[in-house]
């Protein structure tokens, strides 16, 4: 014997999350046990509910409870910039700053030549068609500064830029707070490159 | 706004549990929206079921679906022996190795002076009326090598004795596997009390 059957399933469960072992699971489930009944009732019925009640806006790809999403519903934003990001928790970090007016599309991935993922396994063909009857001026490619995220940048740029949109990317530097002791290569040469005068 | 509703609240939800920070939160709620709608009954399914039923023995105390546990209802287990543990974790971690046939005792807690836990805070009491009408002859005390655990285990030994009750407790020493150079002093110390004949 183990654990008794209830505990062992909740254990399974547990671990089917991303980065959590056994071990960890083991101990989320028996941490589980002893919480309120309450809290618990409210854990599955948020599960269910975020599966149920959640899907991806069918303007820009953004998660959202309401179609079109709460942003592309809004008026008041810039409707001549589109900032495009990997998945909508990029959109919730720019959010956060409270400095961007204008729209957004979400990918919901990288073109990754390394793994085979192309422009078509991505969310980029509903772009260009948002594009194409659009008074959109500026898209600004907010991906990730990594290998995927530069290709598909580079990608976005080529194929948007004889259309005559000005395509735009997220300045590359040192990070706020950062030493330049510990720095990378990549991000000094580019620090260099993209001096600003003071 | 940060995130549609649903997912914030899934996010509170992943939060309470512990070493799950908001970061981790928002990741697991994330994956969570990926994953098959199956999947997440299922996830929600076993919370509920193990939250309704599982309780603990009426007997040792160990978390169990029936009462008494099965360990306690099973006849070709050795009657005359308890091993005492601070969790139901560690009743599994026991039965893992196959080694040991008796019966358990879980305290749920170690008595900690520190923290102003004394021994009626623990399943103790139990312990106590549960030998006092049994045939039990050894009782090992298998609380972890940590203070609280040293405490509690001087404690049982002080209290049984003197019932003419044999009380042992897990020998200490390197772990299997251990290297000399990085055991701590304490463990060494252990280590050379008790050595055994080769």
Known sequence: MLYPTPIAKLIESYSKLPGIGVKTATRLAFYTIGMEDEVVNEFAKNLLAAKRE???CSICGNLTDQDPCAICQDDTRDKFTILIVEDSRDVSAMENIQE???????LHGLISPMNGIG???INLKSLLTRLMDSEVSEVIVAT??????????MYISRVLKPAGIKVTRL???LAVGADIEYAD??????????????
Chains 1, 2 share one sequence.
Do not use: F, K, Q
Request: aromatic fraction near 8%; charged fraction near 25%.
């Open 144 to 153: 990730n500064a990594t290998a995927d995220g530069e290709a598909t940048s």
């Open 54 to 56: 959640l899907s991806y």
């Open 100 to 106: 961007y007016h204008g729209l957004y599309h979400v």
């Open 119 to 121: 422009p078509d396994d």
């Open 171 to 173: 300045a590359r530097g």
């Open 185 to 198: 290569e990549l991000t000094l040469l580019r620090a260099i490159e993209n001096r600003t005068e003071l």
